[in-house]
């Protein structure tokens, strides 16, 4: 491809406000950006002499640039965020998580329902949070159980009981499923005190519980008197641990540390004076940006992608280029103004240093990991003799119960460590049960047969598994099509299964690669093997849990999903149809005596 003529490009460029797009000769999206002049911006690219080198870099892999031009800077700041979402372009600040976060939804029911929740909030009643992370949501699921008798099951469960369930016997649920357990009222009542406890109002429902366990001594209800007391000592425990509160209703706080080419953003969510917890990130930092591009984008990613709430307040550690720009864009998304502080005030100065010194740990943490994968790399290179650094290796593992539901793990490390994004599981079909090697065969089929991009390719194949395995993967990459081929290598385990004493064997020759059981680069293949395993019996387990829980209904020819319901809601459930006769599963509507027989003959085989 010949060079990119700038001049050109330029001179046909438009002054207004819009997104542009930078490609290497290979047609990939390497840079976005966007301007409230795009004339102007990409100009400056392209100057006689740029003081950076790492911008002079960028520019000399420009094959092609495009542009789309927009009304506003509004809508800049969004297309720009799509665009990184969707090439994820190697010279852009890449925010790698982009999940929304979970909250706790208390439901609009008659008896409404505790539960998680994360996407749309489309349901009607009540969210609570953003929480940091799938595992404080049920975390305090748990404590709140403990503290307040609100069912957290199911609307299917509830509805279907004929008596309390195990939860009701442990004191956790008050059993609003089932009439003569709990009153309305009663329950509406600890339906609201978990409410004003989500809402941090713990005083206010420790001042009214002490009312009512007083009223109860003084009516002589002793029993309602010793609950009461019971749910006070709980709470007064949980507010215990709540360490960090403060008087803001609802804020984020970001801590930013940069070190070298590596970054961490420390973000905690302050919602109705408490601290619900934070949250650490490692964007993908590119070698041209400098520490203020690399918060500016991280910071638009945050809260532009996926599902994300906008706080009233933020705390930045950082100021924004565009600061006036950017609340206009967060507003439009919110619904509601978006003000920025610095942290000089006492309150917000301590969260903001609580998450300055957070961020700055994370980051050393993760450095010192990244010197230490860096050291393995090292080592197994070493051992291997190649010319030319590992960037990507793979490992390939099957798990099985006696041949039943195989699932075969592929998962994928690159210098960073693991790369779960690329991690994949195949469920295999068609194959003798047990049979290995065809699994095998299968799994590297469908694994590499749509593989077009060459830095897809792994450097270093790992297979789980001796010679046979390896063989299977050899006859494979025999007919491999494209010039790159991954190196492939054995990994057996030892007679005693230890770790240390795994036999490496190379392909084409299947001689043994020497390693000592304390070598660095040992560690790095017994640690893609473990992952690859683990992976790989999740999966299974997974895929013989839905065998085990998969209704024997669905197995019987012509019963679809609605007779299947017809049939359980008619019959009380499957243990009912079981004891049904022939005569009564013909009476229910839509089955014939002939399906009938069919039915009953598959139950009783």
């Known amino acids: 491809m010949s060079a990119f003529d700038s001049a050109a490009f330029l001179k046909n ?330 942290g000089a005030r006492e309150e917000k100065r301590k969260y903001l240093q609580l998450a300055q010194s957070n961020a700055q740990a994370a980051l050393d943490a993760q450095y010192s990991q990244q010197k230490s994968v860096f050291a393995r790399y090292l080592d197994l290179e070493g051992a291997l003799e190649v010319d030319t650094p590992i960037q990507r290796m793979e490992c390939f593992d099957i798990s099985h119960t006696s041949g039943q539901q195989t699932v075969a793990s592929c998962v994928v490390f690159n210098r960073e460590g693991p790369l779960k994004s690329d991690y994949r599981r195949y469920n295999i079909e068609g194959i003798t049960p047990g049979d290995d090697y065809a699994a095998m065969a299968q799994a590297l089929k469908r694994r590499y047969k749509s593989v077009k991009e060459v830095q897809k390719i792994p450097d270093l194949l790992f297979i789980d598994g001796g010679k046979g395995q390896l063989a299977q993967a050899e006859a494979f990459f025999e007919e491999w099509p494209h010039d790159k081929k991954p190196m492939l290598l054995g990994v057996a385990k030892g007679t005693t299964r230890k770790p240390g004493l795994e036999t490496l064997i190379l392909a084409g020759s299947h001689e043994v690669l020497p390693m000592d059981s304390h070598s660095p680069g040992l560690h790095l293949v017994q640690h893609i093997r473990d992952e690859s395993h683990r992976f790989a019996i999740t999966g299974h387990r997974n895929r013989r849990q839905k065998v085990k829980t998969t209704s024997s209904l669905e197995s019987i020819p012509g019963i679809g999903a609605k007779r299947r319901q017809t049939l359980l809601k008619f019959m009380g459930g499957l243990q009912g149809l079981k004891k049904a006769s022939k005569d009564e599963i013909a009476s229910v509507p839509g089955i014939s005596q002939e399906l009938a027989d069919t039915i009953y003959d598959h139950l009783h085989q």
């Open 13 to 342: 460029l438009t002054s207004q406000p819009g997104v542009y797009r930078m490609y290497n000769s290979q047609g990939e999206v390497i840079y976005v950006g966007k301007a409230k002049n795009l004339k102007k911006r990409v100009s400056s690219y392209f100057r006689t002499h740029l003081d950076n080198a790492k911008t002079r870099s960028l520019v000399s892999q420009i094959a092609d640039m495009d542009v789309t031009v927009v009304n506003s800077e509004t809508e800049a700041f969004l297309l720009e965020n799509n665009f990184i979402k969707k090439y994820k372009p190697r010279y852009n600040v890449v925010m790698r998580d982009d999940k929304s976060y979970p909250f706790i939804f208390l439901s609009d029911h008659e008896h409404p329902r505790l539960s998680f929740h994360r996407g749309p909030q489309k349901k009607k009643g009540e969210y609570f949070g953003p929480y940091p992370s799938a595992w404080s949501v049920r975390e305090s699921l748990r404590s709140m159980q403990r503290i307040f008798p609100v069912r957290q099951c199911e609307d299917s469960y509830y509805r279907a009981r004929s008596r309390p369930c195990l939860q009701y016997q442990m004191q956790r649920c008050s059993a609003p499923c089932v009439e003569g357990y709990v009153s309305d009222e009663e329950y509406k009542e600890q339906v609201n005190f978990a409410r004003l406890f989500l809402k941090g109002k713990n005083q206010q429902v420790i001042g009214e519980l002490v009312e009512k366990m007083e009223k109860a001594s003084e009516a002589l209800n002793f029993e309602a008197a010793a609950r009461y007391r019971d749910q006070i000592n709980a709470l007064r425990k949980v507010q215990e641990r709540q360490w960090v509160a403060g008087t803001q209703d609802e804020m984020d706080v970001f801590g930013f540390a940069l070190k070298g080419n590596m970054a961490c953003i420390q973000v905690m969510f302050i919602r109705e004076g408490q601290l619900l917890g934070s949250k650490a990130f490692f964007p993908k930092v590119p070698n041209i940006a400098d520490e203020q591009e690399v918060f500016e984008s991280f910071f638009l990613q945050f809260y532009l992608a996926g599902n994300k709430v906008i706080p009233k307040q933020i705390v930045l550690s950082n100021s924004l280029n565009d600061e006036e720009a950017i609340a206009k864009v967060l507003a439009s998304e919110a619904g509601h103004k978006v003000h920025f502080f610095k």
